[in-house]
């Protein structure tokens, strides 16, 4: 674990002096990208490292995607990130700091041919939480239509759905589908063959801030880990998830 983090470690050791404390959420634990217990993971490290860069001090908070949106509203939070401008939130979005590639995938056993996203209506389906809004109106108008459409707070059970033929169809992140499947192996079959069906273009996600002006800061830190090489040692340095 120390071997991912030495490339940037300098920056989250070096002296912080009277640093705002900025109170960002995270989902829960969705590997590679959160890894919630160790507080690492592809997008916690840029998100962590643009907000060092940035002059705050991060104060990570971690909660289901849907009680972290209620928290930004009530002020109980300064930002969350894996949002967009799509998540219906009045919030100031900083830019872009990471594109998903999401995917619908069946088991291949089921012979589906999915070509756009409208016809996703037709099986049941299992998405992350707030994917209905993130993943754009196309998306939002099929999910909202159809009643055999569902989201999971813990993104593991989407594993345990696809496989046990429990639900037709998983949206989301092939890497973090991947990364579950090695601690759902006891329970079903993961040695399926899944088929992905490539409907989505790349999602860009920001964090979205109470204030513009944390949202500018962000802005400013998250330059600064592009320009400096920080942020492409952060990819690397989970490139074999």
């Not at 404390?21 to 217990?37: A, Q, S």
């Not at 939480?129 to 099929?142: K, S, V």
């Not at 579950?180 to 273009?201: C, G, H, I, K, S």
């Amino acid at each position: 674990m120390l071997s991912r983090v030495w490339p940037w470690l300098w920056l989250l050791l070096a002296p912080v002096v009277m640093a705002e404390p900025l109170r960002i959420g995270f989902g829960t634990h969705k590997p590679p990208y959160v890894f919630e217990n160790e507080k690492r993971g592809l997008e916690y490290d840029i998100v962590a490292a643009a907000v060092q860069a940035a002059g705050y001090q991060l104060d990570a908070r971690f909660a289901p995607m849907e009680r972290l949106h209620l928290a930004i509203v009530r002020g109980e939070l300064d930002g969350i990130a894996t949002t967009n401008t799509f998540s219906g939130v009045q919030a100031h979005y900083s830019e872009p700091y990471i594109h998903c590639q999401n995917v619908a995938l069946a088991l291949s056993s089921r012979g589906y041919r999915i070509t756009d996203i409208a016809e996703l209506g037709r099986y049941s389906v299992s998405a992350f939480q707030r994917a209905r809004y993130l993943l754009g109106p196309e998306f939002q108008a099929m999910a909202e239509a159809n009643p055999r459409y569902r989201e999971e707070a813990q993104q593991i059970n989407r594993n345990r759905l696809l496989y046990s033929g429990r639900v037709e169809v998983a949206v989301g992140d092939p890497r973090i589908l991947r990364y579950f499947n090695r601690e759902v192996a006891e329970q079903v079959d993961t040695t399926q063959p899944v088929t992905q069906y490539m409907l989505f273009p790349p999602t860009a996600y920001s964090v979205g801030f109470r204030l513009p002006e944390q949202a500018e800061g962000f802005n400013r830190g998250l330059a600064i880990i592009r320009e400096n090489g920080l942020y492409r040692e952060i990819e690397r340095s989970y490139a074999d998830y």
